[in-house]
């Protein structure tokens, strides 16, 4: 494994942890609500992030990564795919959260298109390509469970 590839390696797998927990959290948050439609949907999400973490780590297994010191330059100086946890704390709504979902998603999304632009290694910039294309599918589920929330509460016509 090249240089470039430990690097996206250890950034993915910090991205990834980041991520299934802060879902929990938010399913956590919604579930005390009684939002369980939209706590399955995080908890899911959650899943997601810890099989794509699985994965990783069995791709690594028996290699040396860099530590990840990074400053990802995204809000609140936190990685891609990470949902602020201050908006876990109290009542946030169903939507927010989806909101907030849907943006962290689009984020981990755009990280890892720029570092498949970036780089020069076909190994790394394939890892790069497959993992924003597992974060599109996130960003597919979020926005259909927005629409569905969003949808649920609009007047219905003659009502």
């Known amino acids: 494994m090249n240089e470039w590839t430990a690097q996206l390696y250890a950034h993915a797998i910090a991205i990834e942890t980041e991520a299934a927990q802060r879902y929990s ?71 927010r959260a989806l909101l907030m979902a849907l943006e962290a998603e689009k984020r981990a999304k755009a990280f890892f298109e720029h570092a498949a632009r970036v780089t020069k290694d076909p190994a790394t910039r394939a890892l790069a390509r497959e993992m924003a294309e597992e974060e599109a599918d996130h960003i597919v589920v979020v926005q259909r469970a927005l629409e569905r929330l969003v949808s649920h509460f609009k007047p219905r016509p003659g009502a």
Do not use: K
């Not at 995204?74 to 109290?90: D, I, K, Q």
């Open 25 to 95: 959290d938010l399913g956590d948050a919604m579930a005390e609500q009684g939002q369980h439609s939209v706590a399955v949907l995080f908890f899911m999400l959650s899943s997601f992030e810890a099989r794509h973490l699985r994965e990783l780590t069995r791709r690594t297994a028996g290699r040396v990564l860099p530590d990840v010191n990074a400053d990802y330059s995204w809000r609140e100086g936190e990685a891609p795919e990470t949902v602020s946890f201050n908006a876990c704390v109290g009542q946030i709504t169903a939507q």
